[in-house]
T-cell receptor, first 113, second 112 residues
């Protein structure tokens, strides 16, 4: 059981480049979310989805796009990378309800130069 | 906007000592969760509390949810070097974990 799989684990981009961070889960979870983690700021929500075809913005959505065409996959697209997007990105998934557990991927460390 | 204030941000104590980490907010949460994160890994859930005043124990770790569901604490008894790590609290404003608000984290170091 792989859980939540994120690829790539590390990435270096030049300013202005675009890329997609991949996230896949094999637990048939309805909820999926993207967070970024910066030093001293904890994790901040970028975008989230409550099911296939349904997405919404979180606290820091600017510069990022998402789509949810299947239950399993929730890719995060950086349209035009900026140095301010240098961060560690985490994808999470969970089932419905208050007593379900959120599972996190291992993260993608992104550096924009 | 940071809804969850976590303190202390850094804590370094001797093995065998006790410690408490606090997580405070002005918002009422449907549930509050505590995670532990190791370097290079994602957060891993330790516990979820959903009822005001609830106390949960996980071996030497005791978690408490405030009566008003705005704050929580994590108490570790007789800390061990294996407790070293980053501890994060996270609140859900509504039932479901799709929109978690995280605290800033407490980096705990246990000195042998």
């Amino acid at each position: 059981n792989a859980g939540v799989t994120q690829t790539p684990k590390f990435q270096v981009l030049k300013t202005g480049q675009s890329m997609t961070l991949q996230c896949a889960q094999d637990m048939n979870h309805e909820y999926m979310s993207w967070y970024r983690q910066d030093p001293g700021m904890g994790l901040r929500l970028i975008h989230y989805s409550v099911g296939a075809g349904i997405t919404d913005q979180g606290e820091v959505p600017n510069g990022y796009n998402v789509s949810r065409s299947t239950t399993e996959d929730f890719p995060l697209r950086l349209l035009s990378a900026a140095p301010s997007q240098t961060s560690v990105y985490f994808c999470a998934s969970s089932g419905r309800g208050p007593n379900t557990e959120a599972f996190f991927g291992q993260g993608t460390r992104l550096t924009v130069v | 906007t940071q809804l969850l204030e976590q303190s202390p941000q850094f804590l370094s104590i001797q093995e065998g000592e006790n410690l408490t980490v606090y997580c405070n907010s002005s918002s009422v949460f449907s549930s509050l969760q505590w995670y532990r994160q190791e370097p290079g890994e994602g957060p891993v859930l330790l516990v979820t509390v959903v009822t005001g005043g609830e106390v949960k124990k996980l071996k030497r770790l005791t978690f408490q949810f405030g009566d008003a569901r705005k704050d929580s604490s994590l108490h570790i008894t007789a800390a061990q070097t294996g407790d070293t790590g980053l501890y994060l609290c996270a609140g859900a404003l509504r039932f479901g974990n799709e929109k978690l608000t995280f605290g800033t984290g407490t980096r705990l170091t246990i000195i042998p």
